[in-house]
Each structure stands twice: as C-alpha cells, then as structure tokens.
C-alpha cells in the first residue's frame, strides 16, 4: 500500500524491483530507508541487513515468545497511564490469546503466566511506590510509546530516517535524571550480566542522541535505564533496574563515527545493488549467525547452495513489509 507524506504519495519501491521493499518518493527520486536500534545491531552481517531492511523479509507466523513481551508492553501503557490492573490484564491478554498467535502446549509461557507477571509487577510497583513517573508532553499525556522518525542523511538517491519507540520518557524520583527507560521482557536467569550487558547499547546510544535532537531546550540531566522484567515457568517474576547509564558526549561521538560508517557502506553497497552487482554486493558473514537468542532466523537460507533454493525457501516462510521500527508493536 501506497503512503503519503508531506502531501507526497510514495510508492513502494517493489514496483520498480519487484524483491525488495522500500518506499520511493517519486518528486524526488530518493529511496526512503528507515533505520533504527534494532536494524543496527544486525549491522554486523550485511546480508541479513539487506534480507530485513531492504527487502523487508519479516516471518510469516508471529512468535509467541516475542509477543509475550509485546502483550507485556501494552499492560505497561496502561500502568504508567491509569495504574489500573484490570486494564493492564485485559490488553495484555487480548494481545496475547489472539487466533494469530499459537502458544505451545508444552511451554511455560500459557496467558495465565502472563497475567501473575501483570499483576505482580502491579503489586511491586504500583499504588505509589514507583520511583519513576511518566513524563507529560503539552497535552498533559504522559509520554509513552514515544514514536520517532528524524531526517538524518540524503543525497542524490536515498534518505536516511533515524526510527523507532522509546518506551517511556520518565522523571527518575530517586536520581532526579530524566530517564529514556526501555521495558525488557526476558527469560534468561542471568540478572545483573543482562542488565550490565547495556552499559554499550547501541539501542541506548540512539534513544540519547535522538532525545537531543528532539528536545534540544531540555538541559537537564538525561539518562537511560533497562528496566528488566525477568519471567520463568515457576511464574515468580523477577523485576529488576538497571542502574542510570548516562553516555559522554565522547562516548556518543564515537557511536555517530561508528552508525555513519554503517550507513555508508549500506548505501554504497544498495547504490551498487540497484546497478545490477546483484547478491556479491551482500557477502556472508558466519561469525553472525549465532545470536544470544539462538540461530539467526535466516541460518536455514544461507546454509542453501542454489539461489533458487533460497528464494523458494524466503518464500514460502517470509513475508515482505516494509521495514517500519515505527509499527512494531501494531
């Protein structure tokens, strides 16, 4: 489906290369690419970049897993909003048992888990012993979901929008920092190591300079948290913060070095794709394909020695959708 932006309609991108899945804004010529935190960490092996972002190869059944921490998500809307935990179960189940969704029978995480990690949160958390409050925007609503897409790089073919959602923007009552907090739903046992694995995360990173840029009057000290939300099959949640991580402004230097550097070498690579330099321009990369959540979801296509193969498999597993950090959690 065609959108519009600016009074432009841009057309998808697969009408002039009917595999890939970017938009093109034909006033202009440009091909728009949104990049986010997540896109970027994936940086590492090009052609998973260009399987996700480019062609917007995204699988065809929603994983139960993911979707336990997006249900999680939605309660957390509601509890930073209202703080009523009716509410909070309800759209955290309404999300969760949707028909699309297929839970496992042999796995722990049932809607009943679900709900005691609702409400256990609520008990923990709620009826005033919080120590973060949502920040309010200008209409007086606290500032959750916070959507974001910032020009940040064009030239003659393509441009670049930094993306994604900051979960809550809140007044930390116990440091004073305004807080970039990110809800993190995880099954891994390993607390304090999750949590310190953030003290360089690029996601952090871009939520700080993003923050910059889109309330540049606000001079305040400004910080990120992980606030992890850990779940088990013994349904006793453990819920824990990170401490404040507060980035230099060397330290965000260097980050903006390193996301240029990835940038470019996207560009030139998807400038030389788009001249016909096909697949070559996306090489392998087999340090990549284990993740600290397993397999890379694409390990079974690059295992594949025919193409034919590949795209038969890409197919009949994957579909094609834009790439819109913005919309994830829809």
């Not at 034909?26 to 960490?41: C, E, L, N, V």
């Not at 190869?57 to 897993?65: A, D, G, I, Y």
């Not at 209202?82 to 949707?98: R, W």
């Not at 305040?220 to 913060?241: D, E, H, Y």
Request: glycine share 4%; aromatic share 14%.
């Amino acid at each position: 489906m065609d959108q519009t932006r600016d009074g432009i309609t841009l057309i998808f991108m697969s009408n002039l290369h009917p595999e890939l899945a970017l938009q093109h804004d034909p006033q202009t010529g440009r091909y728009i690419i949104m990049f986010d935190a997540s896109i970027y960490k994936e940086s590492s092996c090009s052609r998973k970049l260009f399987y996700k972002l480019i062609r917007g190869l995204r699988s065809s059944t929603k994983e139960f897993k993911m979707e336990y921490g997006t249900a999680f998500h939605k309660s957390m809307v509601e509890f930073y909003t209202t703080g009523n935990l009716d509410n909070m179960i309800k759209l955290a189940t309404d999300h969760y048992c949707s028909p699309e969704i297929f839970i496992p029978e042999t796995d722990w995480r049932t809607p009943a888990n679900l709900v005691t990690t609702v409400v256990k949160y609520w008990q923990q958390y709620g009826e005033g012993k919080e120590r973060l409050v949502a920040v309010k925007d200008n209409e007086g609503k606290p500032i959750l979901e916070k959507t974001f897409a910032i020009p940040y790089y064009q030239d003659d073919l393509f441009e670049v929008l930094l993306t994604g959602t900051i979960d809550m923007i809140a007044l930390d009552n116990l440091t004073g920092y305004t807080l970039l907090v990110d809800h993190k739903t995880t099954s891994l046992t390993q607390v304090d190591n999750y949590l310190n694995s953030y003290y360089l995360s690029p996601q952090l990173m871009l939520y700080n300079y993003v923050y910059k840029l889109l309330f540049p009057e606000n001079k305040s000290s400004v910080g990120c948290m992980i606030n992890g939300i850990f779940i088990n099959k013994t349904a006793k949640p453990i819920f824990k913060r990170s401490d404040v991580i507060v980035f230099s402004d060397e330290m965000i230097r260097r980050f903006e070095v390193h996301l240029d550097t990835t940038l470019m070498n996207l560009l030139n690579n998807l400038r030389l794709y788009l001249k016909g330099e096909t697949f070559t321009s996306f090489p392998y990369n087999f340090t990549a394909c284990d993740t600290k959540f397993g397999q890379c979801e694409f390990h079974r296509i690059c295992s594949m020695d025919s193409k034919e193969d590949q795209e038969s498999l890409l197919e009949s597993e994957f579909k094609k959708v834009t790439y819109d950090p913005t919309k994830f959690h829809e």
